[in-house]
């Protein structure tokens, strides 16, 4: 029988109020994991928590933090060590668009994305990069990217450079990690129904038809490739880019 062995796993999770973010949390708890719940959006966070943890919020698994701010990510992933004891994994799952497109990019967008996506996603690996290293067991880190960081796509400039940045950086802090034990992977979805994409509703009924499983990926979709990731069955996986989208980006490669 294969289980995943993520029983006694503590795992700070950004992005967790909403999305994949929220159901590679709803995943982990299924599994008797604890993710640790850390997000910008502090209603978002609380009505996440309940859904994860049912009535059950003591002790404190939600972490309101910005994760662009680079000391507050450091003092939650302090604070979760305190609450929780030491880290095993963790999920760096926090993004946001920014569309715009390459004459009309100004420099507020440009940089509000990167300092999401690619500082943010930095300052959490990092920095759980480091608990993991200090408890000297190995462990491991999903960063969540996209297609968008494997092929551009129109009106996108920041969010697409971000996530390519961020491909590299996981293969980066991979080489650098892997002779600890520590492996690091990124998972890349195609088009996932969930609120960063709710302006898009119309034309994601047109968009299934051009996927190769005729329909939108669920956040579920992306958790349970985490859920791998995360788990031993992976150990010999690191500096990977796992995408998860229906086909969609076979056609073109
Ligand atoms: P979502 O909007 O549902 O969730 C994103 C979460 O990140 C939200 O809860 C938001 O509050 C949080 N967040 C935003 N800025 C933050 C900040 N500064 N600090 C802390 N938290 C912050 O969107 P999602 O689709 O679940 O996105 C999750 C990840 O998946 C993102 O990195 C996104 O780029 C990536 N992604 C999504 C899709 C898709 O189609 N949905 C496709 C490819 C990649």
Redesign the pocket.
């Known amino acids: 029988m294969i289980t995943l062995g993520l029983e006694s796993a503590v795992v700070p999770v ?10 590679i949390a709803e995943r982990l708890r299924s599994e008797g994991a604890t993710p640790l719940l ?4 502090e209603s ?1 966070l609380r009505d ?1 928590a309940e859904r994860v943890y049912g009535a059950d919020s003591n002790p404190r698994y939600t972490y309101p ?5 680079s000391s507050a990510v450091d003092a939650c992933l302090a604070e979760i060590g305190v609450d929780h004891g030491p880290i095993s994994h963790a999920v ?6 920014g569309p715009s497109d390459a004459l009309g990019l100004t420099d507020e967008v440009w940089h509000r994305v990167m ?3 690619l500082n ?2 930095m300052y959490f690996c990092r920095g759980a990069a480091r608990q993991l290293a200090d408890r000297g067991r190995g462990g491991s880190i999903v960063t ?5 960081g494997l092929a551009a796509r129109e009106n996108r400039v920041s ?1 697409v450079a971000s ?1 390519a940045a961020l491909i590299n950086l996981t293969r980066a802090f991979a080489l650098d990690l892997g002779h600890l034990g520590i492996r690091v992977n990124s998972v ?10 709710s302006n898009n509703q119309d034309r994601f009924r047109e968009l299934a038809e051009t996927v190769p499983l005729r329909r ?2 669920t ?1 579920d979709d ?1 958790a349970k490739v985490v859920m791998f990731l995360l788990s031993d069955l992976a150990g010999y996986v690191t500096g990977e880019t796992v995408v998860v989208d229906g086909g969609l980006v076979a056609r073109y490669r």
């Not at 760096?92 to 668009?97: C, D, E, H, V, Y």
């Not at 890349?188 to 994409?197: H, K, S």
């Open positions: 950004t992005g967790a109020a909403s999305g994949i973010g929220l159901a850390i997000d910008v959006d978002g996440a933090v910005d994760v662009s701010d760096a799952s926090a993004g946001i668009l300092d999401v996506n943010g996603a969540i990217s996209s297609l968008g969010y996530k890349a979805p195609g088009l996932v129904d969930t609120p960063i994409q939108i990926g956040p992306v």
